[in-house]
């Protein structure tokens, strides 16, 4: 099982990026997933997740409205549109394969609003 995360970057707050998760090694279409990040010297925050078929959706309140989570089955690949950045929203951003827990993780992306 294979997840790597791109997009990440430096932008200016208000800005936006699409973060991107490639997955492989499972398949894919069987499994919900999800964002997490975790900011400087803080702990694992939950993003959003969605559900395998991709028409079901969840986000941390902090989020809401402004991030976006998507999947496309066909390429293997969960997405996050982040809109409307804040310099609180600093930090790495994992994918992660969720299956009870969160059982795989990719390596991580780094975002900085600055």
């Known amino acids: 099982v294979q997840l790597v995360e791109s997009g990440g970057g430096l932008v200016q707050p208000g800005g936006s990026l699409k973060l991107s998760c490639a997955t492989s090694?499972?398949?894919?279409?069987?499994?919900?997933m999800a964002w997490i990040r975790q900011a400087p010297g803080k702990g694992l925050e939950y993003i959003s997740s969605i559900n395998s078929g991709g028409d079901r959706t969840y986000y941390a309140d902090s989020v809401k409205g402004r991030f976006t989570i998507s999947r496309d089955n066909a390429k293997n690949a969960l997405y996050l549109q982040m809109n409307s950045l804040k310099v609180e929203d600093t930090a790495v951003y994992f994918c992660a394969r969720a299956w009870g827990t969160y059982d795989y993780w990719g390596q991580g992306t780094q975002v900085t609003v600055s």
């Open positions: 090694g499972f398949t894919f279409d069987d499994f919900g």
